[in-house]
């Protein structure tokens, strides 16, 4: 069975700081896809990223850049010089091939302080 | 822009009282979502519908039914709504191209049952 473990629950960092949310995942295939969504307070989810099983290349989007390493089953995010607007739930995702299921971890509250 | 809309975007029923949720997309995509998220709690996959074949999760309650009566619309029915199904209800879609493809999710719809 697939499975999206976010150990932390809550993050508090002040403007301007690096932060990184983990993300642990469990899967039998060989074949599967990493995500990261965020929900700002309005309750969107938004698409942030999408990896799959043989891309381990790293990846930055201006401010966010996210790791990926097989090894250890972890994509992790990360937020550089972080600002207010970046407070929101983090959720990782994981889904197999030929599944149409995406699994969601817990998700991780991100508060960005002034 | 294409998106994902949901309306409306807050819904009051009274308890037992039937109630439908609405779903529409601009993405002309294959597969639509319906995600129930309770409070400080991950997104839970109720049923989905690829074209017209409809998926329901084992653990989905028979309260939930969901229409689909063409590729841009898809609606969430709770026949007898209780105390219990107060969440945010949000709806996905996504193109399945023989791989995984991500889901774009809407707005949502938050359901407050009294």
């Known amino acids: 069975a697939q499975k999206v473990t976010q150990a932390q629950t809550e993050i508090s960092v002040v403007e301007k700081e690096d932060v990184t949310l983990d993300c642990v995942y469990e899967t039998r295939d060989t074949t599967y896809y990493l995500f990261w969504y965020k929900q700002p307070p309005s309750g969107e989810l938004v698409f942030l990223i999408r990896?799959?099983?043989?891309?381990?290349q790293n990846e930055i989007s201006g401010r966010y850049s996210w790791n990926f390493q097989k090894s250890t089953s972890s994509f992790n995010f990360t937020i550089t010089a972080s600002q207010v607007v970046d407070s929101a739930v983090y959720f990782c995702?994981?889904?197999?091939?030929?599944?149409?299921?995406?699994?969601f971890g817990a998700g991780t509250r991100l508060t960005v302080k002034p | 822009d294409a998106m994902v809309i949901q309306n409306p975007r807050y819904q009051v029923t009274q308890f037992g009282k039937p109630v439908t949720l609405s779903c529409s997309q601009t993405l002309n995509h294959n597969v639509m979502y319906w995600y129930q998220q309770k409070s400080s709690q991950a997104p839970k996959l109720l049923f989905h519908y690829y074209d017209k074949d409809f998926n329901n999760e084992a653990d989905t309650p028979d309260n939930f039914q969901s229409r689909r009566p063409n590729t841009s619309f898809c609606f969430l029915d709770i026949r007898s709504p209780g105390l219990g199904d107060a969440a945010m209800y949000l709806c996905?879609?996504?193109?399945?191209?023989?791989?995984?493809?991500?889901?774009?999710f809407g707005p949502g719809t938050r359901l407050t049952v009294l």
């Open positions: 995702a994981l889904s197999e091939a030929q599944v149409n299921d995406m699994r």
């Open positions: 990896r799959n099983s043989f891309d381990e």
């Open positions: 996905a879609t996504s193109s399945r191209q023989g791989v995984m493809d991500t889901q774009y």
